[in-house]
C-alpha cells in the first residue's frame, strides 16, 4: 500500500475554525498532512510565521499524522520537495473554485504527479477568512467565534506589526 502524504498550504495568518475542519476531514483520506505555511512576500502578515506555526502545532499536538513546515517559493516545488503527491485545498464558494482550478492547472503543469483535492467547506465557515478575522484582531474585537482557543486566548496579548 502507497503512503499518502499530502500538503495543505497557506498563509494561515491566522488559522481559522475553517482551516481546522480542512485539516481535520484530510486526516480521514492521507496518512500525513502538513500543513504549510508559506511565506508571500506580496502579503503583509499580521503574526509572525514562527508564532503561527506555534499555535497550529498547539492545536494539533495529539494528531500524530500532522506536521507543520514553513516554506517558500512555489507550493509545487515545496511537494515535490518533500514527495508529497496530494495539494488540499478548501473551497468556500465559486470564486474559490475558479482561483484553484487554475492554481491547481498550473501546479499540475509543474509537477504532472500532483493532484490537488478539493473540500468543501461546511456551511457554517463560509464567510470565513483570515482576512476577515485580521480586520477583527486589528480592530479588537472578539474572535472567539472564527478561530482556535489557542490563538483567541493569546491574541489579546499580542503586540501586532506588520510584517512584510
Known sequence: MKFKKAVFPGSFDPMTLGHVDVV????????????AIGLNSV???????????KWIEQIFEQEPKIKVEIYSGLTALFCKEIEAHYLIRGLRNTQDFEYEKTIAQMNQQIDEQLT?????CRPEFSQLSSTVVRELVMAKHDVRKFVPEVIAKEIPNINIILKP
Open 116 to 120: 490537488t483535492i478539493l473540500l468543501m
Open 24 to 35: 481535520l476531514r484530510a486526516l480521514d483520506l492521507f496518512d500525513e498532512v502538513i500543513i
Open 43 to 53: 502579503k503583509k502578515s499580521l503574526f509572525s510565521a514562527e508564532q503561527r506555526k
